[in-house]
């Protein structure tokens, strides 16, 4: 497996992992737009950081993320957009290594990394995992339903 950085000849490949998320939500989430997720991908190739967990040629898993700062603060951190790998590759360690790889590149930048999980189940197992790799939950979020 390798963990490497995506170029936008990745684009649709990223595209149709975010769609395969989507639908595997659990809880009501808003409807994808196209041309808006399109845009965002882009946009996180080209100005933010978007890794690929890669076997064979093959994606099987994606973080992407931006810089960013808190409603109330100037200090930038870098935040996740998605983070996601296929359902049937989560006995790999690519999730491991995307977010391993993610804070050694938040290291580099000088920012601190701030991740979440929203919209799916097994929220205990997530949580657990992302403690293992020494964050600490801040919150919750809720949704009308």
Known sequence: MIIRRAVPEDISEIYKMLLDMHKRVEVPASPIGSHKLISVINTAIHKGIVLLAEVEGKIIGSLGGMPNSDWWSEEKHLGDLW???????????????????????GK??????????????????????????????TGSLYTEV
């Open 83 to 105: 983070f996601y790998v296929y359902p049937d590759k989560r006995n790999s360690r690519a999730a491991i290594k995307l977010v391993k790889t993610f804070i050694n590149i």
């Open 108 to 137: 580099e930048i000088n920012m601190k990394v701030k991740l979440g999980h929203f919209y799916s189940g097994d929220m205990e197992r997530k949580d657990k995992f992302f403690d293992r790799l020494g964050f600490i939950k």
